[in-house]
């Protein structure tokens, strides 16, 4: 079974300018989350969808962040415009989803990790 | 308050040795309960997911839940060099809208 899929692995970019992120969750899981880890400390969750349906974005800086994923499968984070504190490394997980014992296990893409000049 | 505490360590033990990791929580909603491993530059790893109060048992690792003291631990049975990691717990509140909350890890040490 294919894990979690993210790309890209790494970018740079200077303050101001937008970057993306793409993610491809496990084949049948119903739930994707996209976290924010900051070197040193735990993943801080930005945004989940169940379905293509958003579930809690209340951690998500609706200012400079978007995320969106069509089609229930497939999901997209951005960042316009990119600070100097976005530098981070950004998860994608995914879950089975809605009910059960083993909806909530998350597993987690390689990640992406962003610098921010 | 944090939602989920973890001491950051570093935690140090002899190969051979018990380690164990321990984690406290402040929503006595929190239904579900994650270990994670996480080395350094990689993505967190699933160990042990937990859901009841008592111990859940899996190889040389053991989860131990306690919700009427709101806390979950970790039990790590001959120790490995290769154990060491941070180790991030994680838990989940469902009547909130199925809120994650991840501690900011324990980082474990195991010397050969």
């Known amino acids: 079974e294919a894990g979690v899929a993210q790309s890209p692995r790494y970018k740079i970019i200077e303050k101001r300018q937008s970057v993306a992120f793409w993610c491809n969750p496990i084949s049948g899981h119903a739930t994707l989350y996209w976290y924010q880890q900051i070197l040193g400390q735990g993943p801080k969750l930005l945004i989940q969808f169940q379905n293509n349906g958003v579930v809690d974005d209340s951690q998500l800086p609706k200012d400079r962040f978007s995320a969106e994923r069509l089609k229930g499968v497939d999901s997209t984070l951005k960042i316009q415009p990119a600070k100097l504190e976005d530098s981070a490394v950004y998860l994608c997980?995914?879950?089975?989803?809605?009910?059960?014992?083993?909806?909530?296990?998350?597993?987690f893409g390689p990640g992406t990790r962003l610098t921010v000049t | 308050q944090k939602e989920v505490e973890q001491n950051s360590g570093p935690l140090s033990v002899p190969e051979g040795a018990i380690a164990s990791l321990n984690c406290t929580y402040s929503d006595r909603g929190s239904q579900s309960f994650f270990w994670y491993r996480q080395y350094s530059g990689k993505s967190p790893e699933l160990i042990m997911s937990i859901y009841s109060n008592g111990d859940k048992e899996d190889g040389r690792f053991t989860a131990q839940l306690n919700k009427a003291s709101q806390y979950v631990s970790l039990l790590i049975r001959d120790s490995q060099p290769s154990d060491s990691a941070t180790y991030l717990c994680a838990v989940n509140i469902q009547y909130n809208f199925n809120k994650f909350y991840f501690g900011s890890g324990t980082k474990l040490n195991v010397k050969p």
């Open positions: 997980a995914s879950s089975l989803g809605p009910e059960g014992p083993l909806s909530y296990e998350q597993y």
